[in-house]
């Protein structure tokens, strides 16, 4: 995903061009909410990306990937905990769940952890749940708010993320502790720093 998280755009302007049916006026003619998911699919008669030529068009259908993929996100980290429930990589013949999530996704053993977290911390925020479901907060938003959003909280911070970019998100999270809201006063001190050394092969050696 880019540094700038799509929410942005999934609150821009709705173009009165007929030229994108099934994305778009979907929408109109059922009277659903726009960045709602949709409850049609492009036809066959669709353009290919490659040679689309309404602008219109692939910006609607690009928002709408976004908000089919925060709700693939959402889905993923609630399957991942029902595989590890139901200790479904040793059923399968591997040998945990590091290795299942990444022969058969892909992710890396940290991607692993921090969808499994989500999925736990998103059965106590059910406002930051809807949001990544409905495509209104993408999933790294959502990754960071739950790290200090509570029941008390998540609605603060869900309608002031929708205007951040992520790494916003992550400057202000860092600042914060479990409970603290948008409004709190941020404490620099709570910031946690990576430091990265590269050194040569002899350097790493041992003596």
Not at 5 to 18: E, G, S, W
Not at 169 to 179: H, N, S, T, W, Y
Request: with cysteine; hydrophobic share 40%.
């Amino acid at each position: 995903m880019l540094s700038i998280c799509m929410n942005a755009l999934l609150h821009a302007p709705v173009y009165p061009i007929n030229s994108c049916a099934g994305l778009l006026f979907v929408r109109e003619e059922t009277s659903q909410p726009y960045g709602a998911p949709a409850t049609a699919t492009t036809t066959a008669d669709d353009e290919a990306p490659e040679t689309v030529t309404d602008w219109v068009c692939v910006h609607e259908t690009v928002l709408q990937l976004g908000i089919e993929r925060a709700s693939r996100e959402r889905d993923l980290c609630r399957w991942l905990l029902a595989a590890a429930r139901l200790a479904v990589p040793q059923r399968a013949g591997y040998a945990d769940l590091h290795e299942y999530a990444h022969r058969a996704l892909g992710l890396k053993p940290r991607q692993t952890e921090e969808r499994l977290r989500v999925g736990r911390a998103l059965t106590e925020l059910p406002v930051l749940d809807d949001a990544l479901r409905r495509g209104e907060l993408c999933f790294s938003a959502v990754r960071e708010l739950s790290r200090i959003a509570t029941a008390e909280t998540e609605q603060h911070w869900g309608d002031w993320a929708k205007d951040q970019t992520v790494r916003q998100i992550e400057k202000a999270v860092a600042m914060r502790q479990p409970g603290d809201g948008p409004k709190d006063r941020p404490d620099p001190s709570l910031v946690k720093h990576r430091l990265r050394f590269e050194v040569r092969a002899e350097t790493l050696a041992p003596r």
